[in-house]
């Protein structure tokens, strides 16, 4: 039995595994001991890698849909025909006429992401979408603004934290140790949820009305003011706009923080002491999921400002600076607007670079009304796009107006059973590349590793950047494909970090690429337009929207929208995750479906004597997009009036409910939380 240290690619943590292959088979699986991020843990559905690499739903050859049904067809036809096609469409349309996106398994996939945009731009198009312009981007760019560089979050060393809208129990299990370790050694938490998380039990307590962060955030800066708790020599020397700030906080007192997020007064001025007093105070927040409101960019900058006005920045146990892992580029620079680039400015334009991809709310649009121009053919790979797309309905719309959609996966997916053709990747065991390269975006740890080929791609499965390039050599771009193998890919990646294959495999279960340095600033200050932290960002307001944090209601709470708010009177909240699941991934797991066989909205007992029902029975939760039927969780452990549903499920697919129209307008991201539903009671 030959024992391979790899990670594992089914999320963002990277957890190290070590893949036990017998006669050219994975038989076993377990967290590497020395890896440093999961110490030999895995999470429940990281034990049945086994059996998602042989799942019965694997997609065995490539397909292609012949009158309404799916034919077998070879490699060679499949890349012909999608080539020949592509060609066609660009003749026809123009090159921005293809767009490529990738999903979540985009960003834990490196390579996946790069060959797409590579394909994309070789190709002569812009357009690359990925969950940047949806999930997790917004955080990073409101601390770019902020601080003109992305520091992150480090409860290790932290003795005051406060959890705010993450329940890394369900979504990054190694953070949920890291926490609950920190609360062992004395560290106080203070968790700010709709929902009582489990962590919930190791510290204090606060139910917040959704979508209302920013401003509980400012009303903290409020009494941290009034009161006189701010760090003075940091905030004199580092930071620019305090004066404006001082003003602006004033609106923001405990008192109307009361009316808006429910947070008592008195418990808004505990908090605020209780961060500013602490030595070491440390905001850790969820993945996108703030984002993912109509206020998302502004509460990010909320949270910024009040680490930074309290000193907590660059120093142990707060938001803190670790070196990147860089890659080879493989982009070609294309001269052309991202979709989203005027509507959506600060997304856009506040760098000194474009970014790389467009706005993710701009894709369907465009697709659907072609204008600006005709988006005729679609490449989704890494992604589930028909479940997990906000606003099903409209996805489903885009699909009509496409000449050619392509589906890469390892599985046939709901997704790939709506494509033209469908296209068998590999899994992450089977191939060679980067693994772990969000440890330092994540964790802040500059950690590294290779991950291996555990075994050969299954049937004709094929790494992703394998088949962007048989395409591209069909599309008369070879030469931007010159690689032959996994190792080549992988090596020219490693390239610019100095490490070469075999330096790799010599720690096979990771290394430290670089050292973190704390108080980073004293040498280098910030890379904002000041040179300081922008409490107040000029360039924001230049941009188009307020260059302090605000709070924005969501647009069909009953503040905002009380005529919608009759009729759809109940908050709903889609996506909090289950650790037995990711995505609409893992569902094909039996041992994982014994645990949680099917979805579930929880209510609590208040909102279901409302509308008559009980725990356990199915329920129709309704919005003006659509209606889904589920069962129903009464449950203590979620505010009255707030519905939790969970996302990525066939079955009761809570995409179906959503609007792409509503956004957060400075970031264009589509709300998946805080929108109005209503509960029917079905029978
Ligand atoms: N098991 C598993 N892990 C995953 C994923 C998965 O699908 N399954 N998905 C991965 C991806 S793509 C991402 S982006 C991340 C997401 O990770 P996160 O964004 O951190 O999501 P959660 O861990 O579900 O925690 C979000 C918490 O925010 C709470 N919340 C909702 N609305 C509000 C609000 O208005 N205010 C406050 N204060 N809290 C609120 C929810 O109740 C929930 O408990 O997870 C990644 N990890
Ligand atoms: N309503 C609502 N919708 C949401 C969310 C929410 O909270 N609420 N969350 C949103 C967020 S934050 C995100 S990031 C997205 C995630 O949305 P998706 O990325 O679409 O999520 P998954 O279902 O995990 O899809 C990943 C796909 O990648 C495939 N895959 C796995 N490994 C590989 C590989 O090695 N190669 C290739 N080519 N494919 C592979 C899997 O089979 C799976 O089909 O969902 C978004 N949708
Ligand atoms: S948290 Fe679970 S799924 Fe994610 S990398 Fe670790 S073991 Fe794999
Ligand atoms: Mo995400």
């Known amino acids: 039995m030959e024992i391979i240290k790899t990670d594992c690619g089914l999320c963002i943590n990277s957890c190290g595994i070590d893949a036990y292959v017998e006669n050219g088979r994975l038989v076993k699986v377990e967290g590497t001991k020395e890896n440093f991020l999961n110490k030999g843990e895995l999470c429940e559905k990281g034990k049945y890698l086994v059996e998602m690499v042989y799942s019965p739903a694997r997609l065995k050859y490539p397909m292609k849909k012949v009158n309404g049904r799916f034919q077998r067809i070879s490699w060679d036809q499949a890349f012909d025909e999608i080539g020949a096609k592509l060609l066609e469409l660009r003749e026809k349309y123009g090159a921005r006429t293809l767009a490529t996106w990738t999903g979540s398994v985009g960003v834990e996939h490196f390579e996946m992401a790069a060959f797409n945009q590579r394909f994309a731009k070789a190709f002569g198009s812009q357009n690359f979408f990925n969950p940047e312009g949806i999930c997790f981007r917004t955080r990073i760019l409101a601390r770019q603004i902020t601080f003109g560089r992305y520091p992150v979050e480090e409860p290790r060393n932290a003795d005051c934290i406060f959890l705010w809208g993450h329940n890394p129990d369900a979504s990054y299990f190694p953070q949920a140790n890291i926490i609950r370790e920190a609360v062992q050694r004395g560290a106080r938490l203070i968790v700010i949820d709709p929902r009582r998380i489990p962590l919930a039990k190791e510290g204090i307590y606060q139910p917040i009305r959704p979508g209302t962060d920013a401003f509980l955030a400012l009303a903290m800066m409020n009494v941290i003011i009034e009161e006189d708790l701010w760090d003075k020599e940091f905030v004199e020397k580092w930071t620019t706009g305090f004066d404006r700030l001082v003003e602006h906080v004033k609106a923001y007192t405990p008192e109307k923080a009361e009316e808006v997020t429910g947070v008592p007064a008195s418990e808004v001025r505990r908090f605020a002491r209780i961060f500013a007093n602490s030595e070491r105070s440390c905001i850790v927040e969820g993945v996108g999921h703030l984002n993912q409101y109509a206020n998302g960019l502004q509460t990010e900058r909320a949270f910024s400002v009040l680490m930074a006005i309290t000193g907590n920045i660059d120093r ?41 991809y467009g706005s993710a709310s701009m894709m369907t649009e465009t697709i659907i009304t072609g204008k600006p121009y005709p988006i005729k053919a679609l490449f989704s790979s890494g992604s589930n796009p028909a479940l997990t797309f906000p606003d099903t309905n409209r996805f489903l719309e885009a699909l009509k107006h496409l000449e050619l959609f392509v589906s890469i996966d390892p599985q046939m997916t709901e997704t790939s059973q709506l494509a033209d053709y469908a296209l068998p990747a590999c899994t992450s065991l089977e191939e060679t590349g980067i693994g772990g390269f969000p440890y330092a975006i994540s964790y802040g740890v500059p950690y590294i590793l290779l991950r291996k080929k555990v075994i050969e791609p299954l049937y004709e499965s094929m790494p992703i950047w394998k088949i962007w390039s048989n395409l591209g050599h069909r599309c008369g771009l070879g030469e931007y494909f010159p690689w032959k193998t996994d190792e080549e890919v992988a090596e020219h990646f490693f390239a610019p970090m100095n490490l070469t294959l075999e330096q790799l495999k010599e720690h096979p279960a990771g290394l430290y690429f670089a050292e ?38 969501p647009q069909q709470s009953k503040v905002a929208d009380p005529i919608f708010a009759e009729q759809y009177p109940e908050t709903l909240l889609t996506g909090a995750r289950r650790v037995e699941y990711i995505g609409a991934q893992m569902r094909d797991v039996p041992a994982l479906r014994t645990i949680v066989p099917e979805a579930e909205a929880e209510i609590n007992p208040v ?77």
């Open 316 to 356: 142990p146990g707060g938001w803190v600076t670790c070196p990147q892992p860089r890659f080879s580029d493989l982009r070609v620079p294309v001269e052309e607007k991202n979709l989203g680039y005027d509507e959506y400015p600060i997304f856009h334009q506040f760098g000194k670079r474009t970014p790389p």
């Open 607 to 683: 909102t279901a004597k409302k509308y008559d029902i009980i725990d356990g029975e199915m329920i129709g939760i309704q919005t003006p997009r659509g209606r889904i039927k589920i069962k129903a969780k009464v449950t203590e452990d979620i505010m009255p009036g707030v519905v939790s549903v969970p996302h990525g499920w066939a079955t009761a697919n809570c995409n179906l409910l959503l609007d792409a129209r509503v956004r957060d307008e400075v970031s264009g991201y589509i709300t998946m939380r805080g929108n109005g539903c209503r509960i029917v009671k079905l029978g």
């Open 516 to 553: 973190k340095e704390y108080e980073i600033y004293e040498k280098v200050g910030f890379a904002t337009d000041s040179k300081k932290i922008e409490l107040y960002s000029a360039r924001m307001e230049e941009l188009g929207h307020s260059g302090l944090p605000v709070h924005v209601e």
